[in-house]
C-alpha cells in the first residue's frame, strides 16, 4: 500500500515566479491538508482541502492557493515567490484523525 | 489561540537510558495530541496519539505518551533509547473545537550518545 507521495522532491525557483506542488494521498484518504515547515520550525497549517474544497485555512496570504482533484489528489500553488517562502511543504492526508505525511518538496527560492 | 510547548530544543542521552521529551499545550478542553518522529530529509512518521480513553498511550518503537489535564501535559517516553532512535520529535494537537488543523510544537532533536 502506497503511502502519502509528493513531486517534485526538490525544487529550485526565482523570487516572482509560481510554482506548483503535487500530493496523491494514502489508499482510501479523501482529505489532504498542507504544512510549511521552515528551516528548525515545526510545521505550519497552509490549509485543508475535502470534497474539492478548501474546508479550512491557516494564517497564510492569498498567493497560496490548492485544488484537490475528484481522486481526492491535491496541487498546492504559490505565487510571486519570496526567499521567505523557501521551506520544507509537507503534503498530509487523512480519513479520520491522524494525519499521514508525505516526505515533503524541498522549495529553494533564490 | 491554541498553543504547544515543547521544552528543550536539543535533548541528549545514552545508549541506554531513559528518554523523556517533554510537551505541553494550552486549551481548557483537551485536544487530540499527537507525537511525530522525523528522520534527516524525511516527512513527519505518527509515533502516537490520544483522542480519548486511556491516558497512558503506547506508540511505535517503543515510545509511550501519558495525557495529564491536570498539568496540561503529553510526554513522550522510552525506557531505553537506541542510537537509532535519533531524529527530531515534534508534539502536534488538534483543538477540540471542531478545527481540522494540527498545531505543532518547535520540535525537539534527540541526540543519543553511544
Known amino acids: 500500500d502506497a503511502g502519502v507521495t509528493q513531486s517534485p522532491t526538490h525544487l529550485i525557483k526565482t523570487r516572482g515566479q509560481q510554482v506548483t506542488l503535487r500530493c496523491s494521498p494514502k489508499s482510501g484518504h479523501d482529505t489532504v491538508s498542507w504544512y510549511q515547515q521552515a528551516l528548525g520550525q515545526g510545521p505550519q497549517f497552509i490549509f485543508q482541502?475535502?470534497?474539492?474544497?478548501?474546508?479550512q485555512r491557516g494564517n497564510f496570504p492569498d498567493r497560496f492557493s490548492g485544488h484537490q482533484f475528484p481522486n481526492y489528489s491535491s496541487e498546492l500553488n504559490v505565487n510571486a515567490l519570496l526567499l521567505g517562502d523557501s521551506a520544507l511543504y509537507l503534503c498530509a492526508s487523512s480519513l479520520t484523525t491522524e494525519q499521514y505525511f508525505g516526505p515533503g518538496t524541498r522549495l529553494t527560492v533564490t | 489561540a491554541q498553543s504547544v510547548t515543547q521544552l528543550g530544543s536539543h535533548v541528549s542521552v545514552s545508549e541506554g537510558a531513559l528518554v523523556l521529551l517533554r510537551c505541553n499545550y494550552s486549551?481548557?478542553?483537551?485536544?487530540?495530541l499527537f507525537w511525530y518522529v522525523q528522520y534527516p530529509n524525511q516527512g513527519l512518521q505518527l509515533l502516537l496519539k490520544?483522542?480519548?480513553?486511556?491516558?497512558l498511550v503506547k506508540g511505535i518503537n517503543g515510545f509511550e505518551a501519558e495525557f495529564k489535564k491536570s498539568e496540561t501535559s503529553f510526554h513522550l517516553t522510552k525506557p531505553s533509547a537506541h542510537m537509532s532512535d535519533a531524529a527530531e520529535y515534534f508534539c502536534a494537537v488538534r483543538p477540540a473545537d471542531s478545527s481540522y488543523k494540527l498545531i505543532f510544537g518547535s520540535g525537539t532533536r534527540l541526540l543519543v550518545r553511544p
Open positions: 482541502y475535502y470534497e474539492e474544497e478548501e474546508r
Open positions: 486549551s481548557s478542553v483537551p485536544p487530540y
Open positions: 490520544y483522542t480519548t480513553g486511556a491516558t
